[in-house]
C-alpha cells in the first residue's frame, strides 16, 4: 500500500513564502499526475495545482504567478512552492497521487497546515 508523506506547513505572515513536500513511502514504477489539493475551514476541497508524467502542469487560477509545482513522478516526490502568500492561502494542503490517469481512487497524503497571518 502505497503511503503519501507530505510536510512543510506552518504559520507564515502575508507575503511569505514556504515550501511543501511529498514524497511516497516505496517505489512503485512511478505516478502519472501528482498535485496538491487544500481546504481552507467550512469549505470544499480545492485543487491547487498538478504535475504529470510528462511534465505537464496545471495550476487553479487563483495560484497563478504565486504557485509553482515540482517534482519527480517516476520516484514519487513532489514540491509546491508558494511565494507572496495571502490570507486567503490558510487551508490544510494535502498531497495526491494517481499511479494511472484513469484510477478512480487517487492516494492521499495527512495533509499539512498552512496559516497566513497579516
Known amino acids: 500500500q502505497v503511503q503519501l508523506e507530505d510536510s512543510g506547513g506552518r504559520l507564515v505572515q502575508v507575503g511569505g513564502s514556504l515550501r511543501l513536500s511529498c514524497a511516497a513511502s516505496?517505489?512503485?514504477?512511478?505516478?502519472?499526475?501528482m498535485g496538491w489539493y487544500r481546504q481552507a475551514p467550512g469549505k470544499q476541497r480545492e485543487l491547487v495545482a498538478t504535475?504529470?508524467?510528462?511534465?505537464?502542469?496545471y495550476y487553479a487560477d487563483s495560484v497563478i504567478g504565486r504557485f509553482t509545482i515540482s517534482g519527480d513522478n517516476k520516484n514519487g516526490t513532489v514540491a509546491l512552492h508558494i511565494n507572496n502568500l495571502k490570507p486567503e492561502d490558510t487551508a490544510v494542503y494535502y498531497c495526491y497521487a494517481k499511479i494511472r490517469r484513469d484510477d478512480r481512487t487517487p492516494y492521499w497524503g495527512q495533509g499539512t497546515q498552512v496559516t497566513v497571518s497579516s
Open positions: 504535475l504529470t508524467i510528462l511534465g505537464n502542469t
Open positions: 516505496q517505489s512503485t514504477s512511478g505516478f502519472y499526475v
